[in-house]
């Protein structure tokens, strides 16, 4: 699966921004998709992941309330739509693909990876 991030910028804090990732190859409804972000001189973090079906998400208790993720099988697609952003949440965001459930919060497991997309809240 090839990964293809996008929609990342520049926006006030309080304000909004969709991130994008578009899925090439093998079949993109047999994976769960996840989101995570790295911000300048830090680890990477798990920000959320959804069900194979986008029944089940998974978040991050700091983004919980404010992003949504949601994906459509039919277009290949998974995206964040981050709302109420704060300064905190700059970073580099990376969508990501796995094949198993357990475990989605972690980097481990998670097989293909996309280039990433810069979010930079300003104050």
């Known amino acids: 699966v090839q990964l293809q991030a996008s929609g990342g910028g520049l926006v006030q804090a309080g304000g909004s921004l969709r991130l994008s990732c578009a899925a090439s190859?093998?079949?993109?409804?047999?994976?769960?998709m996840g989101w995570f972000r790295q911000a300048p001189g830090k680890e990477r973090e798990f920000v959320a992941a959804?069900?194979?079906?986008?029944?089940?998400?998974s978040y991050t208790d700091s983004v919980k309330g404010r992003f949504t993720i949601s994906r459509d099988n039919a277009k290949n697609t998974v995206a964040l739509q981050m709302n109420r952003l704060k300064p905190e949440d700059t970073a580099v965001y990376y969508c990501?693909?796995?094949?198993?459930?357990?475990?989605?919060?972690?980097?481990?497991?998670?097989?293909?990876w996309g280039q990433g997309t810069l979010v930079t809240v300003s104050s």
């Open positions: 990501a693909a796995r094949s198993v459930w357990s475990g989605q919060q972690s980097e481990d497991g998670y097989e293909y």
């Open positions: 190859g093998r079949t993109f409804s047999g994976y769960i």
């Open positions: 959804i069900w194979w079906t986008g029944t089940i998400t």
